[in-house]
Structure formats: C-alpha cells, structure tokens
Nanobody, 126 residues
C-alpha cells in the first residue's frame, strides 16, 4: 500500500483545511486509516482514525469536536477536515494505514502502522 498525503498549507487561527490521503496498490477495505502529527521538537502524536468498512471513528482529545475524519471508498481516499484551527495544531501531518494497527494483532488505533504516507505541513498563525 502506498499512501499519498496532500492538502497542507498555511492558515490563520480559526480557519479550516482539509487533508487528503489517497491509497494505491490495494483497496483499503478492512483497513484502518489514521492521521498523526508531529510538531517541531515534539514526538509524533495520534490525531484521528477511521475503520474503512464500518466507518468507526476515533479522535484524540485535543482535536475532538474540531476535526472530522472520513473516507471515500470509491476513491480509496481518506480525509481529515480540520476546523477552528489553533496555532498549536501546527505540525507535519502524516496518514497511516494498517489492517490491524497495534501490537500482536491487538487493535490499537495509536499504532504501530505498517504503511505511512509522506507528511504534509500545516501551519496555523495567530
């Protein structure tokens, strides 16, 4: 599975962006797709996840109510709609996918994941 992330950019606080992550090489049915982010000088952190078949969603507390993860199965593409952006959302955002994220077959949306896309930079200015 190859993942291609796009949609990053620069916005002012309170603005919105939509990130996309398109998969190729395999259908994402039965996969889970997630978004992570890494701010300068900080560790990578989980942002949101969606199970492809049932569409179950998961969010970190820091983005719950502001970000929405979704997918378009026909396009094999996942999305992260980011609203009410804050300067602390500034980071490189990465998409990831796995049939069963987590260790030893234990489902854990925080990972690890087998497949990763390249990052896309989101900058939020105050």
């Amino acid at each position: 599975v190859q993942l291609q992330a796009s949609g990053g950019g620069s916005v002012q606080a309170g603005g919105s962006l939509r990130l996309s992550c398109t998969a190729s090489g395999r259908s994402l049915s039965r996969y889970t797709m997630s978004w992570f982010r890494q701010a300068p000088g900080k560790e990578r952190e989980f942002v949101a996840a969606i199970t492809w078949t049932l569409g179950r969603t998961f969010y970190s507390d820091s983005v719950k109510g502001r970000f929405t993860i979704s997918r378009d199965s026909a396009k094999n593409t996942g999305y992260l709609q980011m609203n009410s952006l804050k300067p602390e959302d500034t980071a490189v955002y990465y998409c990831a996918a796995d049939e069963v994220p987590g260790y030893s077959g234990t489902f854990d949306v925080t990972g690890p994941y087998d497949y990763w896309g390249q990052g896309t930079l989101v900058t939020v200015s105050s």
